[in-house]
């Protein structure tokens, strides 16, 4: 049970154009989904958390017009990277939890997406 | 705030060794301590959870402890297979409503045949 799917897996794009990053529960409800940002060999960093039907909450430092956050339902959350730019190339990866977020909650994490901005 | 302070990498050792990855941490409160697994160009797995103090953590021949007197979640495992190469992230969840995931940085194990 608990699993996260995420999608596409890997994307390739052009300068300038956006990119939208799916992610879903598939078997319960995520009440809180957060999405992170992996550079190579380093740790996740987080960069918003979103409820169900909120507005997002971005970490400091993460541009929230570049990073638009939607959480439309309680089993999907999109991120769309807007006007992307090279420095944008990342692996992006999201998770989802049952509660509001912290207070011992176990997160469950998607295979992540890697993308690629020429 | 909240941290995790994880051993430097990376760690290599040979099949069948025993591996030891230490995990420490600073925390209010009562945090739930987890470890994950990030196998190469994949996301993260939940490898094991421990929720209270002395509570032990176990998957996959894995386990840890959670040490609330030295703050500490120490990784184990008896006799490390190859498949077992990966990232290790130790993380803490907090005892409040709306903190957030910390993340150690991770530590890179390599087991070779």
Redesign the interface.
Known sequence: GAV?S?HPSRVICKSGTSVKIECRSLDFQATTM?WYRQFP????M?MA?SNEGSKATYEQGVEKDKFLINHASLTLSTLTVTSAHPEDSSFY?C?ASLG?????????????T?LLVL | GDSVTQMEGPVTLSEEAFLTINCTYTATGYPSLFWYVQYPGEGLQLLLKATKADDKGSNKGFEATYRKETTSFHLEKGSVQVSDSAVYFCALSGDNYGQNFVFGPGTRLSVLP
């Open positions: 996260v995420q957060f060999k380093q740790s996740l987080l958390t990866i998770s509001l977020g912290g207070y011992q909650e176990t997160q469950y994490f998607g295979p992540g890697r």
